[in-house]
């Protein structure tokens, strides 16, 4: 059953577009219909069509009621699914035709070009039909957030010194698998000690000691919805060293959640988080923006918080807080958290403490 279907028709006739094509399993999943490679969807201004072949055509009549079912077939027609949307764009008069450009492959806009329309390629447009979450939206995501400080707590609970971040990245996955998760929201993000000093650092077979920082980036995907926390935590007590940095990455991160607000600018948010870094004489040791936006996917979902982006931030938009100092040869803290404008302020709405995380020395 689709849904946000208006939103769409709104938004082409705001833009004077006759047509959209919608390729992406991430348009898709917002929409609420059916996600199969062989599944496009093309909304007009006054009608909505979900085109596919026969692999997924007794599918569709159980569940889609909301978009009219195309079935094109390939091997009668000679032409792959552009066939039926070029019949359908006749039918409707239509002069041109928005498509995500992301999706388009060279040889498949080549084609769109023999359509007999005007081809727009859109790319930040699609992005903000999503930016503004509704109601059943943010009451998905609050779920998947809950769920993900709940894998969290049971996670720390198995980590002990001589584990490796292969390991703990299999009880990751295994924890959120089990608790009804249908995937991960992006490759989880386990490393430790001097390995913490990569933002992004995938789990290796360095085994984790005492003292040190063990970082935890991981999201989950729980009813087509995502989530994306980050926490730290601690064998034993941390090192001083540690103790510094953490203490300045959890002041620029309540900076930014203070800043995070309507009608603010993201720029201006993620310079608050940024200064409190900077003053602390670890400005070099932040290279990367506060924040991204979060919904059906964490990446290409706004908005987006960084040093330059001029988006206005409304109420219902949903994004991380994310700053962090990363030394190299000597570790990093990133403490992230996935923020809500609700009544008009940030609100986290994750629950797990952001106070030193100080596990028991086994």
């Not at 969290?152 to 001589?162: A, D, E, L």
């Not at 935890?216 to 064998?235: K, L, P």
């Not at 219902?316 to 000597?330: F, N, Q, T």
């Amino acid at each position: 059953m689709a849904k946000r279907i208006d939103i769409v028709q709104n938004y082409l006739k705001e833009k004077n577009i006759d047509a959209l094509l919608l390729k992406s399993k991430t348009m898709k999943k917002w929409m609420s219909t059916m996600t199969g490679s062989g599944c496009k969807i093309l909304i007009t201004q006054s009608k909505g069509y979900l085109i596919l072949d026969g692999r997924y055509l007794t599918e569709a009549k159980e569940t889609e009621f909301d978009l009219e079912i195309v079935l094109h077939n390939p091997h009668t027609t000679g032409r792959n699914y552009l066939a039926a949307v070029e019949r359908l764009l006749k039918e409707e008069n239509c002069k041109n035709l928005g498509v995500e450009a992301d999706e388009v492959l060279v040889n498949e806009y080549e084609q769109m070009k023999q359509l007999g329309v005007d081809i727009c390629l859109l790319d930040e447009d699609i992005m903000n039909l999503r930016i503004v979450k509704d109601s059943e939206e943010i009451a998905a995501m609050r779920k998947t957030i809950a769920m993900t400080d709940d894998i969290y707590s049971k996670v720390i609970q198995h980590i002990k010194v001589g584990m490796t971040e292969y390991e703990i990245s299999a009880l990751v996955q295994y924890y959120s698998i089990a608790s009804g998760a249908q995937q991960m929201s992006f490759d989880t993000i386990v490393s430790s000690g001097e390995r913490t000093a990569l933002p992004h650092g995938r789990p290796t077979g360095r085994r984790v000691k005492a003292h040190e920082p063990i970082m935890i980036d991981f999201g989950i995907q729980y009813d087509n919805y995502q989530s994306d926390m980050t926490r730290v935590c601690f064998i034993g007590e941390p090192e001083e060293r540690y103790k510094k940095i953490y203490d300045v990455v959890l002041e620029a991160q309540l900076a930014g959640l203070k800043a995070i607000k309507e009608g603010a600018l993201a720029c201006v948010c993620d310079q608050a988080a940024r200064q409190v870094i900077v003053d602390a004489g670890y400005g070099e040791y932040f290279d990367h923006g506060l924040g991204h936006g979060i919904g059906v996917t964490d990446s290409n979902e706004g908005p987006i918080l960084n040093s330059k982006s001029q988006t206005v931030l409304k109420e219902g938009m949903m994004m991380s807080c994310e700053p962090g100092i990363y030394i190299p040869g000597v570790g990093g803290i990133r403490i992230e958290d996935d923020v809500l404008i609700e009544n008009g302020v940030g609100v986290p709405l994750n629950k797990t403490t952001k106070d030193y995380i100080i596990l028991e020395e086994k």
